[in-house]
């Protein structure tokens, strides 16, 4: 597979790391509209009290479930027909439905949208990423997969100005789809990925998902990949996306007036900056590992910061929401990671639903969490947070550990079956 040298553009400005960030922003915004507009709409289409909650952790559910299947069907489109197909034809799926989800009159509906619009969501990031990590040079890619990350996170911060301006969930959502098909409209030449044209020319199997499983070892590297994003999608998902129930449970001031949309910002504002750093540290020090242990303590301190500020200012609350996500601001290193790891055949695969799978298992933490909220800790939704998140952190970290460091490997090989 080496034997003929793969030309890679020098600048990190390209059109694959452009195209890459644009898609991951429309993604983004689209991902965390939900969690923004979550308690407008529920109300809007009905509910009232607990059933808010309830059924916005079974949309959630929903969407994450359809990331998890979608997860699986573009990493296998992404390497049998290429990572640019997948970048253009996610963004559809996910716009059309964009544009459905501002239409639905029923939970039901919701639910549906949120299903294939999750399908559609799952593979913008993974075929970014891996088309990014394959196009630059390798001294240089942790700086494109950096910029993928911090444009695109900006995208829930454009989400929470958009409701803001607009006031009206069911406007927002269709200003999602419109976004996504501007952006497929957008005449820009990018370029398949030359590692991947070697591969796509060769007999060898390409997009083979049970390969994961059929070989120990690359199975439990795989998993191990998955599990160090795990706490991420914790605090994004339950604390942050659920910051209104929090405040009240802190007695924060004006409790009340803590709105879930501010939250989300405010959290992917510090992701943004998060981003930049682990991405910048991790190059200036030469290591994926070590950098992702550093941001780990990090998110572990935030989460208890977090979850013991009793009788705090909402401006406060706000501030705390904003160190958290640059706390999780090793999601770019995270998927940069498991892209370093897996052979080109089965890249795009591994990259699309590593973060899937992490954002799919919401669902399962959702339900642990909510184990030790109701069953153990009579309701106790501070204590059953830390507890969770403690446990999540030391999961990540041992599966850390046994990862190795990829910072300086060459990506142009393929993985064999022994």
Known sequence: MN???VSKPSSIFNAAVIVAALGYFV?????????IVRTDSLKDLGLVGDAIRNQGEFLISMQMGGMLFGGILWGILGDKKGRISVLFGSILIYSVANIANGMVTTVEAYAFWRLIAGIGLAGELGAGITLVTESLPKEKRGYGTMIVASIGVSGAIAAYLVYQIFQDWRLCYYAGGILGILLLFMRIRINESGIFKKVAESNEKKGDFLSLFSNKKRFLKYMQCILIGIPIWFLVGVLITFSPEFAKALNVEAAETVSAG???????????????GSGLLSQWFKSRKKIVYLFLILNLAMVFLFL???GISVQAFYFIC???????????LF????AEQFGTN???TVTTTVPNFVRGLLPLIILIYTFFRDDLLNGDILKAGMI????LSAIAVLALWKLKETFHIDLDYIEREH
């Open 3 to 5: 034997t003929t040298p």
């Open 27 to 35: 993604d983004i915004y689209d991902l965390l509209l939900f969690g």
């Open 262 to 276: 501010q939250a989300i910002a405010w959290c992917y504002s510090g992701l943004v900056f998060g981003d930049i």
């Open 308 to 310: 013991n500020s009793f």
């Open 322 to 332: 904003l160190a958290m996500g640059f706390s999780v601001g090793y999601w770019v």
């Open 335 to 338: 998927i940069t990671i498991a």
């Open 346 to 348: 089965i890249r795009a």
């Open 388 to 391: 969770v998140g403690c446990l």
